[in-house]
Nanobody
Framework: QVQLVESGGGLVQAGGSLRLACAAS????????TGWFRQAPGKEREFVAT????????YYADSVKGRFTISRDNDKNTVYLQKNSLKPDDTAVYSC????????????????WGQGTQVTVSS
């Protein structure tokens, strides 16, 4: 079992930056591909970014490509999501998730989920 806890959310103005962290406990995160997902009010949860267990491969949703960067520090058992040039449309609850396969973008393929952290971008 892997327990995931997100942190770093908050209120930021449009154009600003935030860095989210996903810290794991229970088992080492270094053997899991890890992804970030988000859910805005009234919308379905959607894929944001994912990174392979070793950090060598990552994928992004088109809506965040060039603005968000996913990274990981396996020594700290933590995955990060650096978010720059934030827009009001980025307002959502951001959750991290882990699965033992390769990098994947589908929600159903992830086994472990955190509770999420709220990010609000004001215009």
């Amino acid at each position: 079992q892997v327990q995931l806890v997100e942190s770093g959310g908050g209120l930021v103005q449009a154009g600003g930056s935030l860095r989210l962290a996903c810290a794991a406990s229970g088992r080492t995160l270094s053997t899991y591909a890890t992804g970030w997902f988000r859910q805005a009010p009234g919308k379905e949860r959607e894929f944001v970014a994912t990174i392979s267990w070793g950090g060598g491969t990552s994928y992004y949703a088109d809506s965040v490509k060039g603005r968000f960067t996913i990274s990981r520090d396996n020594d700290k058992n933590t995955v990060y999501l650096q978010k720059n040039s934030l827009k009001p449309d980025d307002t959502a609850v951001y959750s991290c998730a882990a699965q033992s396969g390769s990098t994947r973008t589908r929600i159903a393929e992830y086994d472990y989920w955190g509770q999420g952290t709220q990010v609000t971008v004001s215009s």
